[in-house]
T-cell receptor
Framework: NAGVTQTPKFQVLKTGQSMTLQCAQDMNHNSMYWYRQDPGMGLRLIYYSASEGTTDKGEVPNGYNVSRLNKREFSLRLESAAPSQTSVYFC??????????????FGSGTQLSVL | QKEVEQNSGPLSVPEGAIASLNCTYSDRGSQSFFWYRQYSGKSPELIMFIYSNGDKEDGRFTAQLNKASQYVSLLIRDSQPSDSATYLCAVPRRYGNNRLAFGKGNQVVVIP
């Protein structure tokens, strides 16, 4: 059982380059998320998708775009990378448990460096 | 006040002792609380959630919720070196579609 799979695990970009982080889950979860984690800042939500066909901004959406390709896949795109986007990115999924908050299942993370 | 605060620095405990972590939250109406464990270089994993006032026990982990004082604690009994990790507290934002707000985490180091 793979759970949440995200690729790539590591990436180095130059300022201004673009890239897409891929995420797929095999748990039949409705909701998917992209977080970034920076030292001293904790986990911050970039975008989320409550269900297939919907996406919403989180706390720090600027500089990012997302696509919920189908129920399994949720991608994060950096159109023009900036050094401030150097971070560890986590994809996560959950069942639709909005009444009490989500139990999140995380992917293994992508360490992104923007030079 | 921040939504979720975990203020204490790294916690060092001897093997076999009790590790105690605290998390305070700002929304008095919060109903549910989550603890995630994150090993260095790894992703967070859910270890405990609590919905009601009082205590919840799961193995060596106990979550204690005090709504009057707006804090939730995580106790790790009989601490093992494998418990050395960062523990993240998370609370749903009632006015943000219940998406989780995370604290910055508390690092625990269990000394053999």
């Amino acid at each position: 059982n793979a759970g949440v799979t995200q690729t790539p695990k590591f990436q180095v970009l130059k300022t201004g380059q673009s890239m897409t982080l891929q995420c797929a889950q095999d748990m039949n979860h409705n909701s998917m998320y992209w977080y970034r984690q920076d030292p001293g800042m904790g986990l911050r939500l970039i975008y989320y998708s409550a269900s297939e066909g919907t996406t919403d901004k989180g706390e720090v959406p600027n500089g990012y775009n997302v696509s919920r390709l189908n129920k399994r896949e949720f991608s994060l795109r950096l159109e023009s990378a900036a050094p401030s986007q150097t971070s560890v990115y986590f994809c996560a999924s959950s069942e639709a448990g909005r009444q009490r908050g989500e139990k999140l299942f995380f992917g293994s993370g992508t360490q992104l460096s923007v030079l | 006040q921040k939504e979720v605060e975990q203020n204490s620095g790294p916690l060092s405990v001897p093997e076999g002792a009790i590790a105690s972590l605290n998390c305070t939250y700002s929304d008095r109406g919060s109903q549910s609380f989550f603890w995630y464990r994150q090993y260095s270089g790894k992703s967070p994993e859910l270890i405990m959630f609590i919905y009601s006032n009082g205590d919840k026990e799961d193995g060596r982990f106990t979550a204690q919720l005090n709504k009057a004082s707006q804090y939730v604690s995580l106790l790790i009994r009989d601490s093992q070196p494998s418990d050395s990790a960062t523990y993240l507290c998370a609370v749903p934002r009632r006015y943000g579609n219940n998406r989780l707000a995370f604290g910055k985490g508390n690092q625990v180091v269990v000394i053999p």
